[in-house]
Nanobody
């Protein structure tokens, strides 16, 4: 009854920009903390950026100064603006959200991921 759908991935040249979006839908009372993770082939999934219900953010050191996470609470959507992209940013990017569901309470969800490929 709840799903997260990512969009905005694609192929971009090094130095370029992409904006990822993730929208939660379903039987939702509230969307709480939201975050972006990424996983490159052969590597562990890592936290890229997070934003809590109060708007506080945190970033992986590797993306600080280049990526910006934001949210639109009215749309149940989180964004990741990625600038100055590097080939090492290539990965599948996953949306994650803590959601309070109607009737069922607090739960955590993952999106299916969107592929970002940065060419040199």
């Amino acid at each position: 009854q709840v799903q997260l759908v990512e969009s905005g991935g694609g192929l971009v040249q090094a130095g370029g920009s992409l904006r990822l979006s993730c929208t939660a839908s379903g039987s939702i009372f509230s969307v709480n903390a939201m975050s972006w993770y990424r996983q490159a082939p052969g590597k562990q999934r890592e936290l890229v950026a997070g934003i809590n219900s109060g708007g506080s953010t945190n970033y992986a050191d590797s993306v600080k100064g280049r990526f910006t996470i934001s949210r639109d609470n009215a749309k149940n959507t989180v964004y990741l603006q990625m600038n100055s992209l590097k080939p090492e940013d290539t990965a599948v990017y996953y949306c994650n959200a803590d959601i309070t569901r109607i009737v069922f309470g607090d739960m955590n969800y993952w999106g299916k991921g969107t592929l970002v490929t940065v060419s040199s």
